[in-house]
């Protein structure tokens, strides 16, 4: 090759490197501003034990990025300068000279000391993870998964949420992030979380709150979790449960404890009416009946039997037309307050009798059922 050619290709493999760093430089820029809000790492933790595993993961991502910076230097180092147009010749015995001997024994041990440094305080917070607090005024929230919403009870107070997703009309933007109830939680107080499930698997995720734990039927699993901040924290189910897997949202809204107290005050103010609302001794006409019924219909039994009634055949059957909605008003109650066995049917005898009553009494009349049936709370205090 003549030197001139040399010349021209050297000057060509320059422009050609020069562009392509213009580039990347440019592009890089560009998605810097494209994703300006773009989220790429875990959100800002709300519980110390989330602090601590964010603090690890910050340290590996730290360390891996100086030890890929220092891989890829050495890389394009030798691409650049061993190069055969430099008209490098290859060492072949570099392998026998003390750095090349002794290279093989260094670089694991710096690599291992590495995976050590991370590992040992790992495992000091996994055992704060799973090591649940043993004490007298710790608050226990026991956590119940079910097909497709969440119930929380609060059983140092005897309080129970019932958690759905609000439908997208009503959330907007946070179309299956948002929930009617939210699991409401004081800061500075250890929080035992009592996890279970009353049908299939689920698993109970809060990012903030760091720990992912399943909700298995017939077993209970602990976690637990100390909040630091007042906020609105979002998570989901993170096990795969069934066709509306999606629609089970957990929406954590972190509190001061004097506002927690009167939140508490306010729900066992809201049980007390509702019970002496059902135990009263009144005659409720179909329009009221029918009224609540909707309501409490579409938040309990919608998710499966589907707000037009038409259910999900073979394993949520349809209430529009069936003999169950249309013939026996107690084996209607039955149903509904002791569940069916074999199938995904649970029992919702926990309602009061007037709940029971205002559900059966919309699904014998709704859908063109219209048997005219009226079942009033005294019909359901007979049926338990």
Excluded at 219 to 247: D, K, P
Excluded at 305 to 321: D, T
Excluded at 345 to 362: C, F, H, K, R
Aim: charged share 20%; aromatic share 10%.
């Amino acid at each position: 090759m003549s030197a001139t050619q040399q010349l021209i290709n050297n000057q060509s493999y320059k422009l050609k490197a020069a562009s392509l760093t213009g580039i990347i430089v440019a592009g890089m820029l560009y998605a810097d501003k494209c994703r300006a809000e773009y989220g790429i790492n875990f959100p800002p933790p709300a519980a110390d034990v989330a602090q601590e595993i964010y603090d690890i993961h910050m340290l590996t991502m730290q360390i891996t990025t100086v030890l890929l910076l220092i891989v890829f230097g050495f890389v394009f180092y030798s691409l650049y300068y061993h190069r055969k147009s430099r008209g490098f010749q290859a060492d072949q015995n570099f392998h026998n000279s003390w750095f090349g001997n002794w290279s093989w024994v260094v670089v694991p041990v710096m690599v291992l000391g590495v995976d050590l440094t991370i590992a040992g305080k790992a495992d000091a917070v996994l055992k704060k993870v799973w090591d649940v607090p043993k004490e007298e005024n710790i608050l226990d929230v026991k956590v119940t998964g079910h097909q497709w919403w969440w119930e929380f009870d609060y059983l140092d107070h005897d309080i129970k949420v019932e958690s759905r997703y609000v439908p997208e009309k009503e959330s907007g933007d946070l179309y299956l992030r948002e929930v009617d109830n939210r699991l409401v939680l004081p800061t500075g107080q250890k929080i035992r979380f009592l996890h279970t499930s009353a049908d299939v698997l689920h698993a109970f995720w809060v990012p903030e709150l760091a720990v992912k734990k399943d909700a298995i039927p017939g077993y209970i699993t602990e976690t637990w979790a100390e909040l630091n901040r007042e906020g609105v924290f979002r998570g989901q189910c993170a096990e795969l449960c069934g066709t509306w897997h999606s629609r089970m949202p957990i929406v954590v809204e972190s509190v001061s404890p004097q506002q927690f107290a009167a939140w508490v005050d306010d729900q066992k103010a809201i049980k007390v009416a509702a019970a002496a609302e059902a135990s009263a001794d009144k005659t409720w006409s179909m329009d009221e009946l029918m009224a609540k019924g909707k309501t409490l219909y579409d938040t309990k039994c919608a998710a499966c039997h589907q707000v037009n009634g038409v259910g999900l055949p073979p394993a949520f059957p349809a209430l529009k037309g069936s003999p169950m909605a249309t013939g026996s008003i107690e084996a209607h109650l039955e149903i509904v307050i002791k569940g069916k066995e074999g199938t995904a049917m649970q029992p919702w005898g926990s309602l009061n009798d007037l709940e029971i009553a205002a559900i059966v009494t919309y699904e014998r009349n709704a859908w063109d059922n219209n048997t005219g049936d009226v079942v009033q709370p005294s019909d359901v205090k007979q049926a338990r």
